[in-house]
């Protein structure tokens, strides 16, 4: 049995169109699960960026702290108090990036915990600060994995 010329023109036409088709279907297919992965990315870099503003918010009143302890002089405060209340907003804008993960949530509390025990023995210092202080406090918070590493706090001064 012989095929026609006209039937294997058909054939290789239908052949040709599916394959146009499958590879649509798998491109289609392929750039949605980037879009998604992407989005996924941006979080990540959105969750990362919003830690590390909290890190430098501590850092920065660490700093402002420290001058103020050096130097005696109350314009070293400035941007101690200045920075005080932008913490809870922070905290809670990474609190509102990472909604969708409880153990996210769990260390959040955490650090939240930590900042806000450290924050209370800065205020409750007042005048007794120890010239020679030394502080050793760091906030790590990495994205490996979809979880935070928890914080290591520690607070060393001699007298």
Same mark, same amino acid.
């Given at each position: 049995?012989?095929?026609?010329?006209? =039937?294997?023109?058909?054939?290789?036409?239908?052949?040709?169109? !599916?394959?146009?088709?499958?590879?649509? *279907?798998?491109?289609?297919?392929? &750039?949605?699960?980037?879009?998604?992965?992407?989005?996924?990315?941006?979080?990540?870099?959105?969750?990362?960026?919003?830690?590390?503003?909290? =890190? @430098?918010? *501590?850092?920065?009143?660490?700093?402002?702290?420290?001058?103020?302890?050096?130097?005696?002089? %109350?314009? &070293? !405060?400035?941007?101690?108090?200045?920075?005080?209340?932008?913490?809870?907003?922070? *905290?809670?804008?990474? @609190?509102?990036? +990472?909604?969708? =993960? !409880?153990?996210?949530?769990?260390?959040?509390? +955490?650090?939240?915990?930590?900042? =806000?025990?450290?924050?209370?023995?800065? %205020?409750?210092?007042?005048?007794?600060?120890?010239? %020679?202080?030394? &502080?050793?406090?760091? !906030?790590?918070?990495?994205?490996? %994995?979809?979880?935070?590493?928890?914080?290591?706090?520690?607070? &060393?001064?001699?007298?």
């Amino acid at each position: 049995m012989t095929i026609s010329m006209k =039937n294997r023109l058909y054939i290789g036409f239908a052949i040709s169109i !599916l394959l146009v088709l499958t590879g649509s *279907i798998l491109s289609y297919v392929t &750039f949605k699960r980037q879009t998604r992965e992407s989005e996924w990315v941006q979080h990540t870099y959105e969750v990362i960026t919003q830690a590390q503003r909290i =890190n @430098r918010l *501590i850092y920065d009143m660490q700093v402002s702290g420290s001058n103020y302890r050096l130097i005696q002089d %109350e314009k &070293f !405060l400035d941007p101690y108090y200045a920075t005080k209340p932008r913490i809870a907003p922070a *905290i809670a804008g990474l @609190r509102r990036l +990472t909604i969708d =993960n !409880l153990a996210q949530q769990r260390q959040i509390d +955490t650090i939240e915990t930590d900042i =806000n025990r450290l924050v209370q023995y800065w %205020e409750d210092l007042g005048t007794r600060i120890p010239i %020679e202080y030394v &502080f050793s406090h760091q !906030l790590e918070v990495s994205f490996t %994995e979809g979880k935070y590493r928890k914080p290591r706090t520690g607070v &060393f001064f001699r007298w």
